[in-house]
């Protein structure tokens, strides 16, 4: 089993920061691509950030500039430093990993239990 583990969600003022950290555990032999998602009340969860195992990066545009992924392939990690945040950008934000593992010749797809960020004054 592979598990991914959130932290770093907050209650922040607008133009404030947070860094979230996420980490994989379990038997794992490598992990692809990470990525974070985030899902505000109502809406349907949309892709924030992504990563490749090799460092190749790409946002999403309301995010650009503002926020930057990053990975620890030795730690099985990524990370999400978010900067000028807004309020729009309350949201539960989950982590996202496709898994090389073991038992299986695919990629697993694992997800995280999600973290709440809130941008408030």
């Known amino acids: 089993q592979v598990q991914l583990v959130e932290s770093g969600g907050d209650l922040v003022q607008p133009g404030g920061s947070l860094r979230l950290s996420c980490a994989a555990s379990?038997?794992?032999?490598?992990?692809?691509?990470m990525a974070w998602y985030r899902q505000a009340p109502g809406k349907e969860r949309e892709l924030v950030a992504v990563?490749?195992?090799?460092?190749?990066?790409n946002y999403a545009d309301s995010v650009k500039g503002r926020f930057t992924i990053s990975r620890d392939n030795a730690k099985n990690a990524v990370y999400l430093q978010m900067n000028s945040l807004r309020p729009e950008d309350t949201a539960v934000y989950y982590c996202?990993?496709?898994?090389?593992?073991?038992?299986?010749?695919?990629?697993?797809?694992?997800w995280g239990q999600g973290t709440l960020v809130t941008v408030s004054s």
């Open positions: 990563i490749t195992r090799g460092g190749s990066t």
């Open positions: 379990g038997i794992i032999v490598s992990i692809n691509g």
């Open positions: 996202n990993a496709e898994a090389a593992v073991p038992w299986r010749s695919e990629l697993l797809e694992v």
